[in-house]
């Protein structure tokens, strides 16, 4: 199948999960890689060689282990730099995962700096969007009494950009949006909204969460002024995320957390704090984890995100003609692969989502059920949850083949044929 990684059988040796039996004696068919990826030996040999040559608490600890972990650390942070064309390494922001890098946003743009927001300000975000670039621009709204706005969506699971000029307006002091939805699969076009955004002086926020495990992520070309991902997504592990952000922006915000690293000289009766990325990372920070990100993102480097890209493309081409021929079966979003990622939402009729979960799960096939954390993308239209299957590097075209197989069998089990 064209766009395939020529290598993908060595792919999947990389990632020792994906050699296991189930129970039932079933293999596994993981396609729930948009809620977290699988991990790559190279990123746990990392992790599992920093714990036990090199662990230290990072900058405090002047002896050679602390030395060593803060070099592993910072190494971790040049290592994402490069992955995401960042101009600076300063401008790179460890976090927890991206849900705390969107708070940080809305949080630090509700405080004193030039771009804070007030009433009578507007925040833009879509329908489309995780409840992690929702909910913290609610909160900010309500707070500062700004009003809250958003893009709607087609029939077809696009954001309607009709009324583009009379959304973003002279009001509009931050746009918020994903790169890739992770209910829909839609790809949006953030370099031309963002045009839009700064033609009025706003500023630009991306949820790249779903973009960067599979599209090259150049984070000037995108046009943001602030952009997030979390390290599960990208092959990494759980418990860290990125924020990058244009130095400009991050050298005017205040900081978002009080601790230790983050403070130049503490005083009982004020402080003042460190420069970037310092400034937004009080305490002690996930530093195993930034050891396992920079092997991630070092890993899909060397794979090539281009030919990630082209992958996740074929794969999603092959899922979305197999989907068609299972009879009853729905998918929300493009159904064109080259405008959409590889998270595929359905609906199968007369099959509750969490049934046919269920029923999958049984023949060792790794799927989600639920709205995904993007609710109004489903009330949108009309449906309360969906079965979402979601691809990566290492899917191969048989595997989606025992998911179709699997729908099949899942219609007999309750007797829709």
């Given at each position: 199948?064209?766009?395939?990684?020529?290598?993908?059988?060595?792919?999947r040796k990389d990632f020792p999960i994906l050699?296991?039996?189930?129970?039932?004696?079933?293999?596994?068919?993981?396609?729930?890689?948009?809620?977290?990826?699988?991990?790559?030996?190279?990123?746990?040999?990392?992790?599992?060689?920093?714990?036990?040559?090199?662990?230290?608490?990072?900058?405090?600890?002047?002896?050679?282990?602390?030395?060593?972990?803060?070099?592993?650390?910072?190494?971790?942070?040049?290592?994402?730099?490069?992955?995401?064309?960042?101009?600076?390494?300063?401008?790179?922001?460890?976090?927890?995962?991206?849900?705390?890098?969107?708070?940080?946003?809305?949080?630090?743009?509700?405080?004193?700096?030039?771009?804070?927001?007030?009433?009578?300000?507007?925040?833009?975000?879509?329908?489309?969007?995780?409840?992690?670039?929702?909910?913290?621009?609610?909160?900010?709204?309500?707070?500062?009494?700004?009003?809250?706005?958003?893009?709607?969506?087609?029939?077809?699971?696009?954001?309607?950009?009709?009324?583009?000029?009379?959304?973003?307006?002279?009001?509009?002091?931050?746009?918020?949006?994903?790169?890739?939805?992770?209910?829909l699969g839609t790809i949006n076009p953030v370099?031309?909204?963002?045009?839009?955004?700064?033609?009025?002086?706003?500023?630009?926020?991306?949820?790249?969460?779903?973009?960067?495990?599979?599209?090259?992520?150049?984070?000037?070309?995108?046009?943001?002024?602030?952009?997030?991902?979390?390290?599960?997504?990208?092959?990494?592990?759980?418990?860290?995320?990125?924020?990058?952000?244009?130095?400009?922006?991050?050298?005017?915000?205040?900081?978002?957390?009080?601790?230790?690293?983050?403070?130049?000289?503490?005083?009982?009766?004020?402080?003042?704090?460190?420069?970037?990325?310092?400034?937004?990372?009080?305490?002690?920070?996930?530093?195993?984890?930034?050891?396992?990100?920079?092997?991630?993102?070092?890993?899909?480097?060397?794979?090539?995100?281009?030919?990630?890209?082209?992958?996740?493309?074929?794969?999603?081409?092959?899922?979305?003609?197999?989907?068609?021929?299972?009879?009853?079966?729905?998918?929300?979003?493009?159904?064109?692969?080259?405008?959409?990622?590889?998270?595929?939402?359905?609906?199968?009729?007369?099959?509750?989502?969490?049934?046919?979960?269920?029923?999958?799960?049984?023949?060792?096939?790794?799927?989600?059920?639920?709205?995904?954390?993007?609710?109004?993308?489903?009330?949108?239209?009309?449906?309360?949850?969906?079965?979402?299957?979601?691809?990566?590097?290492?899917?191969?075209?048989?595997?989606?083949?025992?998911?179709v197989e699997g729908l099949e069998y899942a219609?007999?089990?309750?007797?829709?044929?």
């Amino acid at each position: 199948m064209d766009g395939l990684l020529p290598d993908l059988e060595v792919v999947r040796k990389d990632f020792p999960i994906l050699e296991r039996t189930l129970a039932g004696g079933m293999p596994l068919v993981y396609l729930d890689s948009a809620n977290t990826s699988q991990k790559p030996q190279c990123v746990i040999d990392a992790m599992v060689d920093h714990l036990e040559h090199h662990n230290a608490n990072i900058a405090r600890a002047m002896h050679q282990l602390g030395a060593e972990a803060t070099q592993a650390f910072e190494d971790a942070r040049d290592a994402v730099a490069a992955f995401i064309g960042a101009p600076s390494r300063d401008e790179v922001i460890f976090t927890k995962n991206a849900s705390e890098a969107l708070n940080l946003a809305a949080n630090t743009l509700a405080w004193a700096s030039p771009y804070q927001v007030g009433p009578g300000d507007e925040v833009v975000i879509t329908e489309m969007e995780h409840h992690s670039n929702i909910v913290p621009w609610q909160l900010l709204t309500q707070r500062t009494g700004a009003t809250l706005r958003w893009f709607g969506l087609t029939d077809e699971g696009q954001l309607d950009l009709s009324g583009i000029d009379s959304l973003i307006t002279e009001r509009t002091k931050v746009v918020s949006l994903t790169w890739v939805s992770n209910a829909l699969g839609t790809i949006n076009p953030v370099a031309e909204i963002a045009r839009r955004a700064h033609e009025v002086g706003a500023l630009v926020v991306v949820d790249a969460s779903q973009a960067a495990p599979q599209l090259p992520v150049d984070v000037v070309a995108s046009g943001a002024d602030i952009l997030v991902f979390t390290g599960h997504k990208v092959v990494g592990p759980t418990g860290i995320g990125v924020l990058w952000g244009r130095r400009e922006v991050l050298e005017q915000l205040p900081p978002f957390l009080g601790g230790g690293e983050m403070i130049e000289t503490v005083r009982m009766e004020a402080s003042t704090y460190a420069g970037i990325p310092h400034k937004f990372e009080a305490g002690t920070p996930p530093i195993a984890e930034a050891v396992g990100l920079g092997a991630a993102v070092r890993y899909l480097g060397d794979v090539g995100m281009e030919a990630i890209q082209a992958h996740e493309q074929a794969i999603t081409a092959y899922a979305l003609d197999g989907l068609a021929t299972v009879p009853g079966l729905k998918v929300l979003g493009p159904t064109d692969a080259a405008l959409r990622g590889g998270a595929i939402s359905f609906e199968l009729d007369g099959i509750h989502p969490h049934d046919l979960q269920t029923v999958l799960d049984t023949r060792g096939i790794a799927v989600r059920a639920g709205h995904h954390c993007a609710r109004p993308a489903h009330e949108r239209f009309g449906v309360q949850s969906t079965t979402r299957m979601s691809s990566y590097l290492y899917t191969t075209p048989g595997e989606i083949d025992a998911l179709v197989e699997g729908l099949e069998y899942a219609r007999s089990y309750f007797r829709l044929d």
